[in-house]
Every structure is written in structure tokens, then in C-alpha cells.
């Protein structure tokens, strides 16, 4: 089978810093890492590709330097990767780069082998809209299977894929058909650690390089700044908080006493909620 | 799968190792590096200021893409008591040249760029791998393991850059530990200050840089010192002292840097600014006797893990890349000439050191770290204050005559030490200096 991993290259949030004087998120200097979400998605594909064999390719769209995140995801064993780079993608929104992306997977399929499933994270750390993933399945009309926790059968004959999607209040398993799209949740799985051999296979690889016209991307009015509705009006530091917040002293308490005491502490503070609560719950 | 065969394997890739595997990568060796950190540099801290002459040996172009961040115009070295420092400044017009000679650096940002250029240069490096073992057959040294699954990886000839704190080479029995007094522990912090404050409170423009060297009570008499160097828009701040010395006293290195950042002379020159970045690190400060045997059968040692640093003069790095680009260099002879990489014939790297800056001044100081250890409650404690008192007498006009204060000053200083004692620490330092 072949499952395409779509990653992004996002600063590391642990290190990001804000220029003290303009406010603005300081790029350069801070190290880049894979999107954390996006190893959950290699290491669930690779672990298909273990059981039922075929090849994993990942693809990134990003500046040239992202050409590091996936050399690291060669590291782990990923079988193929595809570079998709042009000043053209420039200041793409989710809607662009939804488009940008499927057209490079639909030509993945013809260059390579026929995918049977693309996986992405549930979302990126910079971005957190979580819409890229589900704008490909759209787009390339795929089985959309999102916040999935894990991947239980995949029967390549029937073409159909059993997984477990972690919705409130419970887990949801779901059968669907290929080809589709998951996403995946954090914590689902833990990525490997190539061997020496492969990492040096890796240090090795030729990255597969596309710009727009070799990844058979042909409306351009839908990529980059153009393709783009979203408008970034502002970006700013929320202020603090100005409400402090109270520690309630509950030593010795019984829990129905603790449960008085919070209360008694909330009506104190907000007199007027009592009433309101009742007359939202009267309707 | 039969194990893979490198000419050179380089571990590590700070300056050391990534001067080694550049030279030998552009004269055509197969080099693979290996890299225990997310990305070189992610493990490598410095103050960090980088010494022109020794990288233009390397690559000599660097100035088109390396990322610098200020030339050196202005020198302060300071010696100082809890209130105040007397201090020799040495600015000059003359460090603006077309070259300059030295710079202050960012090191996750300089060594990404210096990693790159090795790579470019055909070396092939592997990331986030601990190699773990050197692997010997019949003495000699044949390869190494690493901490990924699989087998050794075979080279001709093994180059540790492992840095200070290298287990490589100590696990293997070929180099002993480094001794708490033969290494010092420092901390700094990366204070942010928009550039334009930055140039006004030091005096600079444009890429102008300055750097404090400063030494005194601030180490509470320990041997150390504490530095701050103005980068493009924060300045790097920090203090360090011989571990042996923190062991003694039980003193935290971040208390003397806390100290060192109230004090009146430094607190105005990072007032306002943010801490986003703070680091500690080893450095091997033991000179010239400290310096362990660099090569044998099939391996050698380069950079902070041969102990090549000056304290004196706070070069590192410099020696760092010398000692790389030179090792690379003998091996490169030995390898033309289709010969054994014995430890008799890797003795050409050390002939070439002995050559060398490097060698000769180590040399030049190799008694001085006996002579800072043996006299830091002085150094570092009672002479700077001494020296303070004395220039404040000297400059105070307070109607008393000169002639009385100058007795004054010499009193304060017999009575301290003793005109022997005195004269035994000048000796000491004379000699530990030539």
C-alpha cells in the first residue's frame, strides 16, 4: 500500500521568542522541528507499511530549508520525500495550501504507486486551525477520518479501514473506505528510531524537489497571497489577567464542606450569578 | 549488510569537528560526522566571540554568509570590587577594517551554518547519534557504535570532537577524565535590547561591537571571570569558575552571575532588558599540563575534548577550529601517501601543533592555572579591593597631599600580604606569565 504523511516544518514553540520591543514572533535563530502532531501520522503510517508493506512518502510545503524536517523523517524509516517549494505559495492560508498540497499528492499517485491513504497531524502548533487535513480530503474527495487515536484493521481487498476517532464522551470506531484521509491524534503512538543504516540512507536520500508546474499544480489563482481569503489583521500579546486568583485554604475539610466553601467563595465574588444561573436554568 | 567503511569518521560538530570534517571533506576524503544534538549547535555553548584569522584559514570567504554579529572595536578589562572596577579600555578605529579581526556570535545560529558548509563540502553528517563506543581490533582503532540500533561503522581514522564533557574517549581508556580544577563551569544569559540601546549605552554604531572581560571579588574568591559581549540586538552575559573551586565553597554559579548583574558598573548596561536564553557549559581550563594524549593507533583528539583553551586570552573556539582544520590536515598527508594511519605516523599532527599558536601558547602559560588556583583568595578577593581603595585615595581630592597617599597606598597593600608575600605573588605571576 502507499500512505503519503503530509508534515510541516513549524518553529519550536518551546524556543520561540517575541521581539521585546515590536511584538512580532522572532523567526530567525529558532530552531525548527516537525510539527509534534505530524510524527503521531509518520509513525501510524509506518507502522501500516510494517504489516501490510508498500512505501511511505512524506511531503512538506514549505521555504527550501524545510528540506531539514524531512530529512529527519527519512531518520525514522520513511521511505520517500517530496519537497513542494515556490515563491508562488508565498503566504498561504489553509484554503491554499489545501489545494497546493492535494494536486502534489494527486501527482505522488501517478509519479509513484496509487495512494490508498494520506495521513496528516490533527494540527500544527503554529497555526492550530486543524483545516489543512480536511481540506485535502475534500478536495481530493476522500474518506475524512479526523482525531484518530488509532488504526485497528485495514483490509486492502475490501478496500476498507476500521479506526478508533476519540469524539466527547467517548471512542468512536469507525469503518470507512479507502482511499481516505486520517488525521491523527497526539499520544496514539510513539515515533521509532531509525537504525544507523537507515540513518545514513537518510543523510544520503535525494529529497524530491517540485515547484508548482512539476507538481502539476496548474490554477495558480488558487495558491499563495492570491489563493488566500484569510487576512492577518493584528497579531498581539494577550495582556495578563487583571483578576487574581484566590487560593481557598480546605484543610480538614469533608468534601461536602469543601464543595460549601468554593461556592460561598463564588457567590461572594460574583453576587448576581445565583440569580442568573436560575433564570437561565427557569429559561 | 556488511558494515559501511568511512576514511574519517568526526565526531561531534561544533568548530573542532566541523574545521576537521570541512578540510577533509574538500580534499576528497569519504568523512562521515556524527552529531548527538537535534542540530549542530543545538548542545554548544560559548560566550561567544569568534577569532577571523583562524576560520579565514578555513574558509575564507565566510564574511558572505556567515551570521556575525558584531566586529570588535572596543576592549574592556576590568578588575573589580563589590562597588566599583579599575580598568584598562582599548578602542580603536583601526578594528573597523575591511576584515575584521574578531566577532561576537550567535553559536546555534553559527554552527548551523558552519555544519552546512561541511555538508555542502561532501561530508555526510547524522543528527540526533550518540556515538557510544570506539571499537578496537588488536589495539588499533577501527570504527565506532553508536546509540541506534545496527552495527559499527568502519573508518581508517577516528577524530573526537567530542567537547569538554566527552565520554568517548574516557570510556576507551585513551583519555583521562578532566579534573574538577583543570575545568571551569560557566553560565549566561541572552539579554534582548532593541540595537539602537545597545549602541547608545556602549558607545557603538552600525556593526560595532565591545566586549567587558572582567575578573575581581564577583567570584567571591574563586578562580574565575565573568565577561559581556554586545551582539546585534542582546547582550551575552556570564561568569564561571573552576569547578574544583564551586566544589570548596559551595557557592552556585548562578548566585555570583545574579551578583555580577546587580553590580552598579553592570546593572545601567542591561537595564531593561529581557532574559530569553540561558546556558551553562564546561571549559577546560587546565592548559598546557592538562592536555592529554591526542593521538594513537587509528584515533586523535581535537578541540575542547584536547583541552585547547587559553584562559588567559578567552580563546576557544579558535583553538577549537586550528586544532581541526591541522588534524585533518596530517591525516590527509598520511592518506595521500597511501600510508597506515599508525599512532607513529598520527604523531604528524602533533609535530604540526608544536608548530603552531596553539602548542606555543599553551606553553607560554602553562603555570598560570597553579598560580590563579594557588592565589584566588588574593586575585579574586583582596587585591581588587586593594586596588579599588587605592585609585579611590589616589583620585578622591580631599586636601590630604599626594606624597601621604601614595605611603597610604603602599601601607594598605604590605599590611594585607606582607612585603613578602607580595613579592612572591609578583614572582609567581612573572613567571607563570613568560
Redesign the interface.
Known amino acids: 500500500m502507499h500512505l503519503v504523511v503530509c508534515i510541516k516544518q513549524v518553529p519550536d514553540s518551546a524556543q520561540i521568542?517575541v521581539?521585546?520591543?515590536t511584538n512580532t514572533i522572532m523567526r530567525?535563530?529558532v530552531?525548527t522541528?516537525i510539527n509534534p502532531y505530524d510524527l503521531f501520522a509518520i509513525e501510524a503510517a509506518l507502522r501500516l507499511r510494517d504489516k501490510h508493506g508498500g512505501k511511505v512518502t512524506v511531503l512538506t510545503m514549505g521555504p527550501p530549508m524545510a528540506e531539514?524536517s524531512l530529512r529527519?523523517a527519512l531518520?525514522y524509516g520513511v521511505d520517500r520525500a517530496v519537497l513542494l517549494t515556490d515563491r508562488a505559495f508565498a503566504g498561504s492560508d489553509t484554503l491554499a495550501t489545501s489545494y497546493a498540497l492535494s494536486q502534489a499528492i494527486l501527482k505522488i499517485g501517478q509519479t509513484y504507486e496509487p495512494v490508498d491513504i494520506v495521513f496528516t497531524g490533527k494540527q500544527t502548533i503554529d497555526g492550530d486551525t486543524a483545516q489543512v487535513g480536511p481540506g485535502i480530503a475534500k478536495r481530493l474527495d476522500l474518506q475524512q477520518l479526523t482525531y484518530v487515536s488509532g488504526v485497528n484493521e485495514v483490509n486492502l481487498e475490501g478496500k476498507t479501514i476500521t479506526v478508533e476517532r476519540r469524539a466527547e464522551g467517548g471512542v468512536q470506531i469507525l469503518k470507512s473506505n479507502l482511499p481516505c484521509l486520517i488525521t491523527m491524534l497526539e499520544g496514539t503512538n510513539e515515533i521509532r528510531?531509525?537504525?544507523?543504516?537507515?540513518?545514513?540512507a537518510?543523510?544520503?536520500a535525494e529529497i524530491v524537489t517540485w515547484n508548482a508546474a512539476a507538481a502539476g499544480v496548474a490554477e495558480m489563482g488558487k495558491c499563495g497571497l492570491k489563493g488566500s481569503p484569510t487576512v492577518v489583521k493584528r497579531v498581539f500579546a494577550p495582556s495578563p489577567r487583571a483578576d487574581k486568583a484566590k487560593i481557598i485554604d480546605i484543610g480538614g475539610l469533608t468534601p461536602d464542606a469543601i464543595a460549601t466553601k468554593t461556592l460561598d467563595e463564588i457567590f461572594n465574588r460574583l453576587p448576581t450569578i445565583e440569580k442568573e444561573l436560575t433564570a437561565m436554568a427557569q429559561g | 549488510?556488511p558494515a559501511?567503511k568511512f576514511d574519517v569518521i568526526v565526531v561531534g560538530a561544533g568548530p573542532a569537528g566541523n574545521s576537521c570534517a570541512y578540510t577533509l571533506a574538500k580534499r576528497g576524503l569519504k568523512v562521515?560526522q556524527i552529531e548527538r544534538g537535534?542540530?549542530p549547535g543545538?548542545k554548544n555553548v560559548q560566550g561567544a566571540i569568534m577569532y577571523a584569522n583562524m576560520l579565514e584559514k578555513i574558509i575564507p570567504d565566510f564574511r558572505d554568509d556567515a551570521?556575525l554579529e558584531r566586529h570588535l572595536i572596543e576592549q574592556r578589562l576590568w578588575y573589580m570590587d563589590d562597588s566599583s572596577y579599575t580598568g584598562v579600555h582599548y578602542r580603536s578605529d583601526d578594528f573597523n577594517e575591511e576584515a575584521p579581526n574578531r566577532y561576537t556570535i550567535?553559536r546555534?545560529?553559527f554552527d548551523k551554518w558552519f555544519s552546512k558548509k561541511v555538508q555542502e563540502a561532501g561530508a555526510?553528517?547524522?543528527?540526533?547519534?550518540t556515538v557510544t563506543d570506539l571499537c578496537f581490533s588488536g589495539g588499533k582503532v577501527i570504527g565506532v557504535k553508536?546509540d541506534?540500533?545496527?552495527?559499527t561503522?568502519l573508518a581508517d581514522v577516528v577524530v573526537m570532537a567530542e567537547g569538554v564533557n566527552g565520554v568517548l574517549g574516557t570510556k576507551a581508556g585513551l583519555r583521562p577524565r578532566p579534573k574538577p580544577d583543570t575545568v571551569a563551569l560557566a553560565v549566561k544569559e541572552m539579554h534582548?535590547?532593541?540595537s539602537d540601546v545597545i549602541e547608545s549605552r556602549f558607545n557603538i554604531s552600525g556593526d560595532e561591537g565591545v566586549v567587558i572581560e572582567a575578573a575581581g571579588t564577583i567570584t567571591r574568591g574563586m578562580a574565575g571571570t565573568g565577561f559581556l559581549y554586545t551582539n546585534k540586538e542582546s547582550i551575552s552575559i556570564g561568569i564561571g569558575c573552576l569547578v574544583s573551586d564551586f566544589a570548596l565553597t559551595g557557592k552556585a554559579p548562578y548566585e555570583l552571575l545574579e551578583d555580577f548583574k546587580k553590580h552598579p558598573a553592570v546593572a545601567p548596561l542591561i537595564a531593561g532588558?529581557?532574559v530569553?536564553e540561558y546556558a551553562a557549559h564546561l571549559i577546560p581550563e587546565g592548559g598546557y599540563n592538562a592536555v592529554p594524549q591526542l593521538f594513537g593507533d587509528g584515533w586523535v583528539i581535537v578541540g575542547d575534548a584536547g583541552q585547547f583553551v587559553n584562559a588567559v586570552h578567552r580563546e576557544g573556539s579558535n583553538l577549537a577550529m586550528t586544532t581541526g582544520r591541522i588534524a585533518a590536515e596530517a591525516i590527509f598527508q598520511i592518506k595521500s601517501r597511501k600510508d597506515k594511519f599508525s599512532a607513529e605516523n598520527l604523531s604528524l599532527y602533533q609535530k604540526m601543533l608544536e608548530q603552531s599558536f596553539v602548542m606555543k601558547d599553551l606553553k607560554k602559560y602553562k603555570r598560570l592555572p597553579d598560580f590563579m588556583h594557588g592565589a584566588r583568595d588574593r586575585l579574586f578577593g583582596s587585591y581588587p579591593e586593594l586596588v579599588s581603595k587605592a585609585a579611590q585615595n589616589w583620585f578622591r581630592v580631599d586636601g590630604k597631599d599626594k606624597k601621604s597617599k601614595e605611603k597610604e597606598i603602599v601601607r594598605s597593600f604590605v599590611k594585607a600580604r606582607g612585603v613578602r608575600g607580595l613579592a612572591s605573588d609578583a614572582w609567581k605571576l612573572a613567571r607563570s606569565w613568560r
Request: proline share 8%.
Open positions: 521568542r521581539h521585546p520591543v530567525q535563530g530552531p522541528i531539514d529527519r531518520t528510531r531509525g537504525s544507523i543504516d537507515v540513518a545514513l537518510a543523510a544520503r | 549488510m559501511e562521515l537535534e542540530y543545538s551570521p550567535i546555534a545560529q555526510l553528517l547524522i543528527l540526533e547519534t553508536t541506534r540500533a545496527g552495527g561503522i534582548f535590547l532593541p532588558a529581557e530569553k
